[in-house]
């Protein structure tokens, strides 16, 4: 029984050494990568344009995906991020929740939703759900250092954009 651990516990060590698209995991902000139970051509053709940063195209072919199959999160999630990324992230935030309410564990979508509450200078929000990413990944994730980053980002420029008061 001690060794089956151990030998879950190496498998584990290993897998996070990896890199991340080895382990199915995207590197950046962007939603993961299509994967075979999501083998719908709009879904796919979707994910193209986001690569291709054809946001407003893949907006229409994902629309149509969700709509046809609402418990779809990855493509709720990929919804969320072009719609983000076409310069309303108000409108993402709403998708993305969707998104988690289909799935709590979403971590590529609780990423993107706290960039996109940055996006809104929500920093509250955003650190929400970089502690949820903290709870849901066992060993650092992409994710997770992708939002702290992020917030990092944000609130080295708002340190710098603050200007400080005249004295009275």
């Known amino acids: 029984m001690r060794s089956l ?17 080895a382990r199915g ?10 994967t075979p139970k999501q083998a719908d051509p709009q879904y796919t053709a979707g994910v193209r344009f986001i690569e291709a940063k054809k946001y407003a195209q893949a907006i229409s072919l994902l629309q149509s995906v969700v709509n046809r199959n609402q418990a779809n999160a990855d493509a709720y999630n990929w919804l969320a991020y072009a719609t ?14 969707q998104a988690l309410m289909l799935d ?10 706290g960039e996109a509450y940055l996006q809104l200078n929500d920093l509250a929000s955003a650190k929400e759900h970089l502690a949820t990413l903290d709870k849901l990944c066992f060993f650092p994730c992409s994710e997770y250092s ?9 609130e080295k420029k708002a340190g710098t954009s603050a200007t400080p008061s005249a004295a009275r």
């Open 5 to 21: 651990r151990l030998i879950a516990l190496i498998a584990l060590v290993i897998a996070a050494a990896l890199p991340a698209p």
């Open 25 to 34: 995991e995207n590197s950046g902000s962007m939603p993961a990568r299509v």
């Open 84 to 97: 983000q990324q076409n310069g309303d992230p108000a409108k993402a935030i709403g998708i993305y929740q």
């Open 104 to 113: 709590p564990k979403h971590r590529g979508a609780h990423e993107n939703i």
């Open 146 to 154: 992708g939002l702290k980053k992020a917030i990092r980002e944000y």
